[in-house]
């Protein structure tokens, strides 16, 4: 079956592969060059939080975040790069005064918790100091054992080269496909068939669905004085910000969220808040240095939910917002089941060769 994957972003790239492992033949088009990194997936922080998000979104990304929780592990193991990756728990915490929203946090996750029918314990009340030293001064806080980072440029570049390495793949680069419909992609003019199309083009799929931009900004630190290996939420009446501590002493700190398809520089007021945040955090970020600063904008629909959709001859994922990362290996993973029913249906005992 000759399957056409368009969008290389954590999507299309997680699909193309799985797709592949599958023994499918596949084309993969992506509308950047070789090697460029324009895609929202490169920015993202990597952060793997089905629980904690949970406080701003609906139970089924806790659902899906968890089904990806369990698939990780096991792909990352499949790849011939590794990728970085910690699953040890996350920890969400306040400011003194600020504990009131900490609470808040709480009562709101066990409340959709419970929606779950949930009864285990996945939140622990404890005190910052129990786990990161360092951060002892902020006090009480909430520790989540399930969840975890993995390295989101990492993954696309293992993913990408393995993809280029495997025998029924084609990766098209700088091809920018002008219309994306049943069995059918328009590229350059001409309209080529396939068996299956598969559209993970992000915000690229604007004059398809409802999509809206959601700008984030996210800033790399080196910290020498800083050493913290959970990951650290701070909640704050006016911003949530996370530090995502990764190897060598580097923290991600993020991220904003603005409603604009504004693609411009990290922002003065961004980076104050950002800043501020982490060294209200840590004294230590006071000396550290800015190495990088990430601008991009997440493909959002009306309910901020993902959307996967299968009808005959195309498949869509698209609508992963801010949990693109999360989500991916989960909603890959149903991409995949509602295609080969939709396609068993379709040609019922006739056989295609993979
Ligand atoms: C600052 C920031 C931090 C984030 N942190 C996290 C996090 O910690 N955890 C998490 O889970 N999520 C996070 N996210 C969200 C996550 O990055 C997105 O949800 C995810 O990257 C969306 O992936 P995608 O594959 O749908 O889209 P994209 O990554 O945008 O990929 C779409 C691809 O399609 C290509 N394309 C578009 N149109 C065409 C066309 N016509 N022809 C060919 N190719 C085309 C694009 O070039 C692109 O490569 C963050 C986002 C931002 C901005």
């Given amino acids: 079956m000759k399957l056409a994957v368009i969008g290389a972003g954590v999507a299309g790239r997680l699909l193309a592969w799985r797709l592949a492992k599958s023994g499918y033949t596949v084309e993969l088009f992506e509308k950047q060059e070789k090697g460029e990194q324009n895609a929202c997936s490169f920015a993202a922080a990597g952060i793997l939080s089905p629980l904690a998000e949970l406080e701003m979104a609906e139970l089924d990304i806790f659902t899906l975040g968890n089904r990806s929780m369990q698939l990780y592990p096991q792909w990352l193991k499949q790849l011939s790069t590794p990728v970085f990756y910690r699953q040890i728990g996350s920890l969400v915490t306040a400011h003194g005064t600020d504990k009131v929203e900490l609470d808040h946090f709480y009562r709101v996750v066990q409340r959709k918790l419970g929606a779950d029918g949930s009864s285990q314990p996945l939140v622990e009340k404890i005190n910052v100091g129990d786990k990161e030293v360092d951060l002892s001064h902020l006090g009480d806080c909430l520790f989540i054992p399930s969840e975890g980072q993995v390295d989101p440029v990492g993954l696309m570049k293992s993913v990408i080269h393995d993809l280029e390495l495997a025998d029924k793949v084609t990766v098209h680069y700088g091809q920018n496909i002008a219309a994306v419909t049943q069995n059918q992609i328009e590229i350059a003019g001409k309209q080529k068939d396939f068996d299956w199309v598969f559209d993970c083009r992000g915000l690229g799929a604007k004059n398809d669905l409802p999509l809206r931009a959601v700008r984030g900004e996210l800033l790399w630190l ?15 009446p006016r911003y949530r910000i996370y530090v995502v501590p990764r190897p060598d002493n580097v923290y991600l700190i993020g991220a904003t969220e603005i409603e604009s398809e504004d693609y411009s520089p990290v922002s003065v007021r961004s980076s104050l808040e950002l800043l501020s945040a982490a060294y209200s955090v840590h004294r ?56 080969e029913q939709a396609a068993n249906k379709e040609i019922g005992n006739v056989q295609y060769a993979n």
Avoid: M, S
């Fill in 284 to 339: 230590g970020f006071g000396e550290a240095r800015i190495i990088h600063n990430v601008v991009n904008c997440r493909p959002a629909l009306p309910n901020n939910l993902p959307l996967v959709q299968t009808d005959n001859g195309l498949t869509t994922i698209n609508g992963l917002y801010r949990h693109g990362i999360l989500l991916a290996p989960a909603v890959v993973e149903q991409a995949i089941n509602t295609f």
């Fill in 222 to 236: 080196k910290a020498p004085d800083v050493e913290i290996k959970h990951l650290t939420r701070l909640i704050h």
